[in-house]
Nanobody, 120 residues
């Protein structure tokens, strides 16, 4: 299973970016998909996640500004980021729980990370 993330970049404060992450490979089902981020010198933190049933959770720091969604037919998760702030600067990683045809349990996979830089 591979996760391919894209959409990062540099934007001025107040701007927007949209991240996407697609899962491919031997996939039976995908459960929760989400985004985490890690700024230099900090621990990786949850930004947002969306369950198989569509329930969403957000970090308090991004509520009202970020929206997570997914395309079930394309095994893709999106993160629409609006009103970006310099403190949103970090490497963003997608994370997903996947059940493969050869197993009966969920394994967690991480994408390669995409840099988001917000200038003031």
């Amino acid at each position: 299973v591979q996760l391919q993330a894209s959409g990062g970049g540099t934007v001025q404060a107040g701007g927007s970016l949209r991240l996407s992450c697609s899962a491919s490979g031997s996939i039976f089902s995908i459960n929760t998909m989400g985004w985490h981020r890690q700024a230099p010198g900090t621990q990786r933190e949850l930004v947002a996640r969306i369950t198989r049933g569509g329930t969403t959770n957000y970090a308090d720091s991004v509520k009202g500004r970020f929206t997570i969604s997914r395309d079930y037919t394309k095994n893709t998760v999106f993160l629409q980021m609006n009103s970006l702030k310099p403190e949103d600067t970090a490497v963003y990683y997608c994370r997903t729980g996947v059940v493969t045809p050869s197993t009966s349990y969920e394994s967690v996979y991480w994408g390669q990370g995409t840099q988001v830089t917000v200038s003031s």
